[in-house]
Every structure is written in C-alpha cells, then in structure tokens.
Nanobody, 113 residues
Framework: QVQLVESGGGSVQTGGSLRLSCTTS????????IRWFRQAPGKEREVVGG???????SGGDSVKDRFTISEDVSKHTLYLQMNSLKPEDTGTYFC???????WGRGTQVTVSS
C-alpha cells in the first residue's frame, strides 16, 4: 500500500516563502512518479510540477519562476520550494503518485497581503 503525506503548509505574507514536503511509503520510491497539484477555493485542481527524466517540470507562467522541486531519495521525500508567494497562491496543495494513482490528503497554504 502506497501512502503519501504532505507537510509544511502554513500562513505567510505576500513575498514570503514556504517549503512543502511529500513523504511517501511503499515497497519502492520513484521520484519521477510524484507530482504536485494545488486547488484554490472554488477552482479545479491544477498541476504545479514534478520531476521528469531531464529535470524538474513546472506549471504555468504563474509559478514557473518562483517554485522549484527537488527530491531526497534516502528520505523518500519530494520537496516543493515556493518563493515570492502571492495571495493567488492560496489553496490546498496535494502530492500524487501517478504510477500507483494514490493521492495525499493535502496541506493548506494561505498567503495574505
């Protein structure tokens, strides 16, 4: 049984930073399977990014220059570093193992002006 647990969410002011963690458990760990998504209030989930063969993926222009993704294989953890946060980044952030199709339960991020 694969499990994913997100952590690191919180409340920050505009311009602040947060680092989210996605820790996985199971018989194997493949960071290329993991993706970050987010869902703002009243909106659909959108992809934030993940690790691919050639490097790190990114979402749209709203996050590409501010968010970065890295992994620590020894800890079975994928990180989402978020800098220069804006109020529109507010939402619930999820990680998902796209290989096993298992989602985490999410962590809340709130950015105030």
């Amino acid at each position: 049984q694969v499990q994913l647990v997100e952590s690191g969410g919180g409340s920050v002011q505009t311009g602040g930073s947060l680092r989210l963690s996605c820790t996985t458990s199971g018989p194997t760990f493949n960071p290329t399977c993991i993706r970050w998504f987010r869902q703002a209030p009243g909106k659909e989930r959108e992809v934030v990014g993940g690790v691919e063969r050639a490097g790190t993926t990114s979402g749209g222009d709203s996050v590409k220059d501010r968010f970065t993704i890295s992994e620590d294989v020894s800890k079975h953890t994928l990180y989402l570093q978020m800098n220069s946060l804006k109020p529109e980044d507010t939402g619930t952030y999820f990680c998902v193992d796209t290989c096993s199709r298992v989602w985490g339960r999410g962590t809340q991020v709130t950015v105030s002006s």
